[in-house]
C-alpha cells in the first residue's frame, strides 16, 4: 500500500487528473477500475475520480510495488544546475534573466533548457522534493528565442503557474525589450502587420496585409538615441509571436544588430571582430498592473560594449535611471551560466 497527501499544488484537480500525472504509464481503464474495486482510495472512502482534491486529502493505491512501478513509468524528471540570474522570487514565482545561448524550454537534442535549471535550482534550495516532481512539474511561462536574452518568468507553485498562465493569456502584463537596430529612428512609433510561419524552415515573413494562415502582430518601439547609423530601441512587445520584435523590425528597413536570420549580412559584418554573432535583443522590463511589480534586467555585457563602441551609454543609462532606477555603474547583467 502506497498512500500520498494532496499538499497545495495538487489541490484544486480532478482525482482523475492527479492519478494520469502519478500513473503516467496506465490508460484510464485501469485507475476506473481500481476506484471501483476500491484498491484506490480517497480519504478511505470508495471514490469515481471526479471529485476535486483539496489540501491534506489522504489517497490510498492498494498496488503491489511492481504494479505500481509499471504504471508510475520512469519518475526521474530532468534537472541541471547551474547559478541562476534571480531577479525577484516569492513562493509562488521566480523572474530569471535568462543569458543568451540558453534554451528557454527543453529540446529533443537533450540540451539543457531553463526548465531544468529551474528545477535544479529548486531542488537544491529545498523548494522542491523528488515526491512532489511525481505530480507537479514547476515550469517557465514565457519563451524567448535562444539567442535572446533577459527575463522569463517561471511558476513555483500551481498557483503560480495560473496567475503567470493567466496574465500572459490576457495580455495584461507589459514586455519591453531593448534592442540596437541599423539605421536611424528618430520618432517612437506603433506598428502593425500580419506574421506567417513556415513550419519547415522556423522562419516567419511579415506583410501589411494577411494572407492565409497568418496572425495579426503589433510592435510598438520609442528610440532611446542614435549616431547616425545605430539606434539604441525600447520595444514593447503588444502581441508575442515567433520572432516578431526581430521580423517585424527588418520589414521596416531596421534589422536588428547581429541577426543572423532577419538582419543586414554586410551591417553584421562589421561587428563580428567585437564577438557578435546573435541579435542583440533584451526583455529587459516586465510590469504587472495587477501587483504593480516591475522588474528589470540590465543588458549583458556583450551588449553593453556595443552601445558603449556605438557611444550610445549615455541614452541607456538614462533610460535605466528614467525607468529602472539602477545606478549609473550597474549597467552588467550576469551571464553565469556555462551554456555550450
Known sequence: MKEFIIEENEAGQRFDKYLAKLLREAPKSFFYKMLRKKNITLNGKKATGNEKL?????????????????????????????????????????????????????????????????????????????????????????RLDRNTSGMVCAGKSLAGLQFLSEIFHDRTLHKYYLCLVKGKIEKKSHIKGWLHKDQKTNKVTVSREKIPDSLAIETGYRPLGNNGRVTLLEVELLTGRTHQIRAHLSSIEHPLLGDGKYGDREFNRQYTGEGVKYQLLHAYKLVIPQTGQTFTAPVPELFYHIITEEHLEEAYHENLERNMGLRQDDHTGGDRCDTH
Open 54 to 142: 483539496q489540501k491534506g486529502d489522504a489517497v490510498k493505491l492498494f498496488l503491489s510495488d511492481e504494479t505500481f512501478g509499471k504504471f508510475a513509468g520512469n519518475t526521474q524528471v530532468e534537472r541541471a544546475y547551474c547559478q541562476l540570474d534571480i531577479i525577484y522570487e516569492d513562493k509562488d514565482i521566480v523572474v530569471i534573466n535568462k543569458p543568451a545561448g540558453m534554451l528557454s524550454q527543453p529540446a529533443d537534442d537533450g540540451t539543457p533548457s531553463l526548465v531544468e535549471y529551474l528545477i535544479g535550482y529548486l531542488l537544491q534550495k529545498g523548494d522542491l522534493t523528488e515526491e512532489q516532481l511525481q505530480t507537479f512539474r514547476p515550469s517557465v511561462c514565457n
